[in-house]
């Protein structure tokens, strides 16, 4: 039987995951921004929360742990590299690490570059990747730790894996994105259909996450620094592609 993924919103625009192996019982969950939403959906399930994945150390993906340790006992999963700023985990993991989850196995990404120890889980069976704030939907994480270039490199190993992908990405941002892109991209009919699509889910209170990884790749400005369209757009068809994706995430900081 497959695993049931389950996209919970919580405080403003925060998603957490929840992915459950109905062989086994095994239920992960991806980020704690607020326990009561994601408590609400285990109980109604039945489900017991058997491991915790924390992608990076800000309190809006962390601060909801302690009142899911107090009804449930998962193992707590998070980046060696920031433990020191992570709460206390199990089990500390690195690039290249693998994890189970009930008979899924995941492999850990570093994604460095919002934060530096961030991490990412490609459960390859699954066709799942959990991304939180590294790649977004039509967006990336700001860079308030890393390097463009160190973030180019990040989205690059994430760019990499198979277009059906589905990427669990942590915030409702995807609206606010696509005005963005449009600037920098304002010819690309894939987005144009995208944001239709965005539009008509927002205007129906519909998550805009997870996305697919095939579609990112094809609307995402953020994936697509090496695209000659968005090279002439920004006057940069000779530049790296670590100072176009720079030059991407300077004008969305600003935008």
């Known amino acids: 039987m497959a695993f049931e993924l389950i996209t919970v919103p919580c405080l403003s625009d925060n998603y957490a995951f929840l992915m459950h192996d109905p062989d086994d019982g095994t239920t992960l969950l991806v980020d704690v921004p607020e326990a009561a939403p994601i408590l609400d959906v285990v109980n109604t399930k039945g489900w017991d929360i058997t491991h915790v994945l924390l992608t990076h150390h ?18 707590v999963i998070g980046a060696m590299a920031d433990a020191n700023r992570l709460p206390d985990l199990d089990q500390p993991v690195s690039q290249d690490d693998r994890i189970a989850i009930g008979s899924a196995i995941g492999d850990v990404y570093d994604v460095s570059g919002h934060t530096i120890g961030h991490i990412a889980v490609h459960f390859a069976e699954q066709g799942i990747v959990f991304t939180a ?123």
């Not at 309190?59 to 009804?71: M, R, S, T």
């Not at 920098?184 to 889910?201: F, K």
């Open 58 to 75: 800000h309190p809006d993906h962390v601060q909801g742990l302690p009142d899911i340790l107090a009804n449930h006992r998962p193992i």
């Open 133 to 255: 704030d590294s790649l977004m939907a039509l967006g990336c994480g700001r860079l308030f730790e890393g390097s463009a270039e160190l973030m180019w490199n990040s989205l690059n190993k994430l760019r990499a894996l198979p277009d059906a992908t589905i990427v669990c990405s942590g915030h409702e941002y995807t609206m606010a994105n696509a005005r963005f892109a449009m600037t920098v991209d304002p010819d690309n009919p894939a987005l144009l259909d995208r944001i239709a699509r965005i539009e008509q889910a927002r205007a129906n209170g519909t998550p805009t996450v997870p996305s697919n990884l095939g579609v990112e790749k094809q609307t995402n400005p953020f994936l697509r620094p090496d695209d000659p369209a968005i090279r002439e757009h920004l006057g940069m068809l000779s530049a790296t592609d670590a100072e176009v994706f720079g030059e991407i995430r300077s004008r969305k900081d600003s935008f």
